[in-house]
């Protein structure tokens, strides 16, 4: 394991986000790609479709995200620690629990959809009501 204590700080935290760099810019190219591909032989409907779930994806995606770096902190501790054991297991603690959430959120995601839908839609209008009265 790399030791990321020691060393040139800058070095080490550039040479530490670059994963995390390319991830993003996976992730935006997908974003992107998905749109140009819907765009094109869905038709604008169903971009603008898209375009509208973009938001209920943010939610999942950032609670997702959150809890995953929440796990990762009790395994940093541990390699702080120098417990390489305790390395491990906080690690596969962290995959099943990660397995077990994917599992749930997608179950949840596929059930409650429609009513995000429906509670986006009436916070846009009512959002929009508010600004026209105003």
């Not at 995390?20 to 869905?42: E, R, S």
């Not at 599992?103 to 959002?127: F, P, R």
């Amino acid at each position: 394991m790399k030791e990321l204590t020691h060393g040139n700080p800058i070095k080490l935290i550039l040479l530490f986000t670059i994963p995390l760099l390319i991830g993003n810019i996976f992730q935006q190219l997908y974003a992107t790609m998905d749109m140009v591909i819907v765009g094109k032989t869905l038709g604008k409907d169903a971009l603008a479709a898209v375009g509208s779930t973009g938001s209920i994806n943010f939610l999942i995606i950032g609670f997702a995200t959150g809890l995953t770096a929440g796990m990762s902190i009790i395994t940093a501790q541990r390699f702080g620690a120098q417990d390489y054991i305790g390395v491990k297991k906080s690690f596969a603690t962290g995959v099943i629990l990660s397995l077990i959430v994917t599992i749930v959120l997608t179950i949840l995601s596929v059930l409650l959809v429609h009513q995000c839908l429906l509670l986006c839609k009436h916070l846009k209008l009512s959002s929009m009501m508010h600004k026209h009265l105003s």
